[in-house]
């Protein structure tokens, strides 16, 4: 029988989970799921200082909020601290490594470490330049190359998948893994993300976390597809993809070793995308969040959901919502002056807005179809106008803006209570 593919992420709780990552997570749990394996989560919380139960929180939530759940742990490094000394202490008696000023060091050989990593082919290390490092730190706890081997080895992990800024750190534990006469697992070195500018991705470029991105309305859908598109490629080509279309055709092989960029443009376009097309109804409940500062019991269920749909073509976040919804709640609508001036103060349009009031008393508003129906013939009856002419200062008027969802449906939507009032300027 073929050993159970066991694979894990080990994230420091210093901070909110990064889409390096989750971009991490989300190959490893793949590579779990095609080969019917085993995804890990491993806290790595050795850095006393530095790590915070908030982040450690904040690093469960992130996965699950992506779907990405683990099928083990969490581990904390910080509940295993014998384990490492014990382990230490094996490498102190074989004479591997030795007590230093409080410390342990490890006997680094000086030898040739090669190995084939999985993304970046064959690589090769000589540690004979090398210093010793510590591997138990006057404080107790271990160091990052000590404790990732022994929990790795422990734990049974046979694919390590990780970004590439560890891969100097690889051939150190190589060295203590065969001075443990431990079985090596693969490697896989993810290229490092970047940002637009080929820079380092950080907060100056905009959000960083999986949780400011879910907070500002990115669906896990397009989020989870975006992150898998960073360094992989389909083999059909086709971009837009679920979490488990994208899991079936996934393989570690196909990687690619050079940076992945990470395009906001395009994760904008991809949101945009899911929001258009998943069923309005799920729109519509993820979207309650930011509906929450609306009066929303002016609408039953079914209007909102109308509502929804008929904004939901021009967002690209699902926050952008708040601003999107806003003149179809409460009796009037702000109107800025420049509008005013250019689109509802002139004699065209009052004549215009004089004849829509009139004709709006007739309008049959529980019949979107009728609407529609009704608003061509007021278009009509308007000429020689264009039908430009006559519905933008309607729009503005009932609006406040200049563009934006159909306006039968908007109509339809705000009835004839607010419609009349809207007209009475
Ligand atoms: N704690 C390390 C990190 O967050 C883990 C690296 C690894 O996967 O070995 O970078």
Not at 249 to 274: H, T
Request: glycine share 6%; no cysteine.
């Amino acid at each position: 029988m073929e050993k159970e593919v066991r694979v894990r992420i080990a994230p420091s709780p210093t901070g909110n989970l990064h889409v390096g990552t989750a971009r991490a997570a989300l190959f490893n749990w793949m590579y779990a799921r095609k080969n019917n394996g085993k995804f890990i989560l491993r806290i790595e919380d050795t850095d006393l200082e530095r790590s915070e139960e908030r982040y450690v929180r904040n690093i469960f939530d992130s996965l699950r909020s992506i779907g990405l759940e683990w099928d083990e742990g969490p581990y904390k490094q910080s509940e295993r601290l014998d384990i490492y000394k014990n382990y230490a202490e094996k490498l102190v008696k074989s004479g591997q490594a030795y007590h230093f000023e409080g410390a342990i060091k490890f006997k680094t050989p000086s030898k040739t470490v090669k190995f084939n990593d999985i993304i970046k082919g064959e690589l090769e290390f000589d540690t004979g330049l090398m210093d010793d490092f510590v591997i138990i730190k006057s404080n107790g706890t271990p160091s990052y190359n000590f404790a990732v081997v022994i929990d790795d080895m422990e734990m049974g992990i046979t694919h390590v998948i990780r970004g590439e800024d560890h891969i100097s750190n690889t051939p150190r534990q190589i060295a203590v893994y065969e001075a443990l006469g431990a079985e090596l697992p693969q490697f896989a070195h993810m290229s490092m993300i970047l940002a637009p500018d080929r820079t380092k991705l950080s907060k100056r470029h905009g959000a960083t976390a999986v949780s400011e991105f879910i907070e500002q309305g990115y669906l896990s859908e397009a989020f989870v597809n975006f992150l898998a598109l960073l360094g992989w490629s389909p083999s059909d080509g086709e971009e837009i993809k679920s979490l488990q279309q994208i899991t079936e055709d996934f393989e570690l092989g196909r990687l690619s070793s050079s940076p992945a960029i990470f395009e906001f443009d395009k994760l904008n376009w991809m949101n945009g995308l899911y929001i258009r097309t998943l069923p309005v109804a799920e729109i519509t409940q993820r979207a309650a969040k930011y509906l929450k500062g609306h009066e929303l019991t002016e609408y039953s269920q079914e209007q909102l959901e109308t509502m929804v749909d008929a904004v939901r073509g021009n967002l690209a976040k699902l926050d952008e919502i708040t601003e999107a919804v806003s003149y179809f709640f409460g009796g009037d609508v702000v109107i800025d002056e420049e509008i005013r001036k250019t689109v509802l103060d002139t004699e065209e349009s009052r004549n215009v807005l004089l004849k829509f009031a009139e004709f709006a008393q007739k309008i049959d508003y529980n019949n979107p179809e009728k609407i529609h129906e009704q608003l061509g013939e007021f278009r009509q009856k308007m000429k020689p106008l264009k039908p430009k002419q006559v519905m933008w200062p309607v729009r503005a008027a009932l609006t406040g803006r200049t563009h934006g969802a159909d306006m039968a449906v908007i109509i339809g939507l705000l009835g004839r209570g607010k419609v009349i009032r809207r007209l009475s300027i």
